[in-house]
């Protein structure tokens, strides 16, 4: 066994590496990635190791990116795009939804897209604007496209790899405020099924669902309530598309009330389509209606004001109160 205390953003950094070893035709592409090595120091060393061929700095052009991308996987390449940040994704959202998403279908499987899209998402590292979106919602709506969201360096780690092999293009969504975060990483274990959610706290009073940056939070929230005799499920969904919701439907017919907890905006996004699910699936069993927390239904705010604006504790202990009171 090969253990390491590793952070989200070095775990990420180890499986890009081990991704490039095993796989001559992986190609890493993006802003800054080479020679920086990324805003965030994600890929950096990759370049200097693998060389400008494998490492590729890109011009200012996500559009740009995305379309190379598209050729270099139709001539059997592996192609990982970085998007600096998640606001900078929609000048190439045309590219991914009409010929990433489709060329597979399109080509009726004679061209399959393994295109991974790296997007640090989410708020909480007080930047400007465009630097702190969560449009997961976007992708997962989209047919064609898979969209994984980690939480922690051994997703990190072995979701990066499992992402890469994978045939079919996957937007990787990296939970940015949480890049510095550390758990200790097996690097010889046999790891998950990238498509399968996962209960990372086991409770009897009421199930909270999230995912990416938001697991943290919920499981903080599940520690806080511990305390006073309550006692939280908290389940990391880790893929967003296609949603593994079996883990969870056995849950709340457990626990009888559920909580969905996410960055992005309340209104039409993931914790709508989850609460329709669980509702139909949960009818019988549930105690309460299924609540969501999330963004409020307004452009994300100023630096200064995104404390007020992101769910935190206090609403998920809120959400928790107000289901236990139903």
């Known amino acids: 066994m090969s253990t390491e205390t590793l952070t989200i953003g070095k775990a990420l950094n180890l499986g890009l590496r081990k991704a490039m070893e095993d796989d001559a035709k992986v190609v890493l592409m993006g802003e800054d990635i080479g ?5 965030f120091r994600i890929t950096d060393g990759l370049q200097k190791d693998f060389g400008e061929a494998r490492v590729v700095d890109t011009p200012l052009a996500e559009a740009g990116i995305l379309g190379t991308a598209v050729g270099l996987a139709m001539r059997g390449y592996r192609p990982v795009c970085e998007i600096q940040f998640d606001g900078f994704v929609f000048p190439a959202y045309n590219q991914i939804v009409t010929q990433v998403a489709k060329m597979h279908a399109r080509s009726k499987g004679r061209l399959p897209m ?22 997961e919602a976007y992708f997962a709506h989209t047919a064609g496209l898979k969209v994984v969201a980690v939480s922690n360096p051994v997703d990190a780690y072995w979701g990066i790899q499992q992402a890469i092999a994978h045939p079919d293009p996957i937007v990787f969504l990296e939970p940015k405020r949480r890049y510095w975060e550390k758990a200790e990483v097996d690097t010889d274990a046999t790891p998950d099924p990238l498509f399968a959610s996962r209960v990372v706290r086991g409770g009897d009073d009421v199930t909270v669902l999230a995912y990416g940056p938001m697991v943290k939070t919920a499981l903080q929230a599940a520690e806080a309530v511990a305390g006073e005799g309550r006692s939280l499920e908290v389940v990391d969904l880790r893929t967003v598309s296609p949603l593994d919701l079996e883990p969870v439907f056995e849950s709340v017919r457990r626990t009888g009330r559920c909580v969905v907890v996410h960055e992005a905006p309340v209104t039409l996004g993931l914790g709508a389509e989850i609460a329709a699910r669980v509702t139909e699936a949960c009818f019988h069993s549930l105690e309460a209606p299924v609540l969501r927390v999330g963004g409020f239904d ?25 289901a236990m009171e139903l």
Request: hydrophobic share 35%; charged share 25%.
């Open 114 to 135: 393994p295109i991974v899209i790296r997007i640090p998402f989410g708020g909480g590292i007080g930047a400007v604007e465009h630097h702190s979106e969560s449009p």
């Open 298 to 322: 307004t452009p994300y705010p100023p630096s200064k004001l995104e404390e007020e604006y992101l769910p935190d504790l206090d609403r998920v202990l809120d959400a928790v109160d107000r």
């Open 35 to 39: 020679k920086l090595g990324g805003v």
